[in-house]
């Protein structure tokens, strides 16, 4: 082992000690799933296993989001490792984040770096989790592979973390064009975290060139925010259009039911954003008030595809009929796929510097979403971006996929921010 290494692994470690006991208290949720091939040769003992540490929100508000990780994680473990190669085999172990929490996410990545000896870190659906454990990843080489924070800035921070999900850059700079075709004035409503922050950004960015005029913007607090004030300020400046970001799930459907409750959809205000507003899982449950919204993004499991058909069918088949994946399901789903791509190049005996540079050629013209690769320049995701309509279809509001916007996108914000 390489000295920097070996230092990095005893600093940590003293670390680590001292939260032994907070660790405790909290008890955090560790899930060890042991699948592999070794069941289907009977091969010997000598075989070969990747461990691959999952960190997801287990608890707390955000655990409808973790599920959707966890569930896309095991959906496909289960249905791929048998394609591993020959005595190769996942330790898959899962850890509890809590929530958008960086100090937790920092104490467990450490433990899974230096008490688990992980290959691979991934998980995590909250930006400021991802970027607390950067610094890691960098100094202890272990590959981190985003299956949803997406924070513009978060790769920059270390050459061993790539993205499979997003920027929202990525959906939010096209629709802001879009928009400035169709409405003259725009109210912009967002979380008051960095997602929100960079849709408020790539929003006004896309409107203005396009023409646009914002008459007014608001961040929102992420913790328990009372959605009315802020939709009575809005229908009170009266604009066309409400370009609005809230993480995916319970705060994007209250965000929706205040729109309702008064009355901005009868106001003629238009409500537009990107597709965390109305992610599949949650569009059932959300009322009436999302019909006719626009959102726009790179998955949908109302499209027409034959990928995410499969997926969709797989997902229920193994979840149950009425629960549809989200985004976040499909980003595990994917995260998993480029781990395992990586494992099976290099036969399972993995080596970080060596995984990074596989990472930089990873296609997948079938994934759930449509085609995907990642930018061997910036080992972010390049994809599709699609316009929907939330509409009834057989009696269920979907995400109905009306046009392809743009075609194998690469992040609009690192485009325009090259060095020269
Ligand atoms: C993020 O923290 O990066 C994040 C969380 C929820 C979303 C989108 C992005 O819906």
């Not at 990780?69 to 509890?96: A, C, E, F, H, M």
């Not at 319970?250 to 106001?267: E, F, V």
């Amino acid at each position: 082992m390489p000295v920097t290494r070996r230092r990095f692994l005893a600093k940590v470690a003293v670390g680590a000690e001292k939260q032994k006991e907070t660790q405790m208290k909290a008890r955090p949720i560790v899930t060890k799933l042991l699948i592999g091939a070794v069941m289907l040769c009977a091969g010997p003992l000598a075989a070969q296993t990747v461990k691959v540490g999952f960190m997801s929100t287990f608890s707390g508000p955000g655990a409808a989001q973790g599920d959707q990780l966890d569930k896309g994680t095991k959906l496909y473990l289960k249905l791929n490792s048998g394609k591993l190669p020959q005595g190769v085999k996942i330790d898959l172990i899962s850890r509890d984040d809590t929530g958008a929490n960086p100090d937790v996410a920092k104490r467990v990545a450490q433990e899974l770096i230096v008490r688990d000896k992980v290959q691979f870190l991934t998980g995590f659906v909250w930006t400021p989790n991802a970027a607390a454990i950067a610094p890691l990843t960098a100094e202890a080489k272990v590959p981190y592979i985003s299956m949803n924070a997406a924070g513009v800035n978060i790769l920059n921070l270390s050459p061993y973390m790539a993205r499979v999900s997003f920027t929202l850059w990525q959906s939010v700079y096209p629709l802001g064009q879009w928009a400035a075709k169709r409405f003259k004035r725009a109210y912009i409503a967002v979380s008051d975290f960095a997602p929100g922050h960079e849709s408020e950004e790539a929003f006004t960015k896309g409107f203005k060139e396009g023409g646009g005029k914002i008459i007014g913007t608001v961040r929102i607090p992420l913790a328990n925010p009372d959605f009315v004030p802020y939709m009575q300020r809005i229908k009170d400046a009266n604009p066309d259009v409400l370009f609005a970001f809230n993480p995916a799930g319970k705060q994007a459907t209250a965000m929706m039911k205040a729109y309702g409750d008064l009355g901005l959809d009868k106001a003629g205000i238009k409500y537009i954003g990107p597709g965390d507003l109305t992610t599949d899982e949650e569009l059932p449950g959300m009322g009436a008030a999302p019909l006719r919204l626009i959102p726009l993004h790179h998955c949908s499991a109302a499209a027409f595809r034959q990928a995410i058909k499969t997926f969709v069918a797989a997902y229920k088949k193994e979840y149950g009929e009425k629960l549809n994946p989200g985004f976040m399901a499909v980003g595990a789903w994917d995260a998993m796929d480029l781990i395992f791509y990586a494992i099976r190049a290099q036969k399972g005996k993995v080596d970080p510097d060596k995984t990074m540079e596989l990472i930089k050629n990873y296609k997948n013209p079938n994934s759930p979403r449509g085609p995907i690769a990642i930018d061997p320049d910036t080992r972010d995701i390049i994809q599709n971006e699609y316009l929907r309509e939330v509409r009834k279809v057989g009696g269920q509001l979907a995400n109905v996929e009306i046009e392809t916007i743009a075609t194998q996108l690469k992040d609009p914000w690192k485009e325009f921010n090259k060095k020269k």
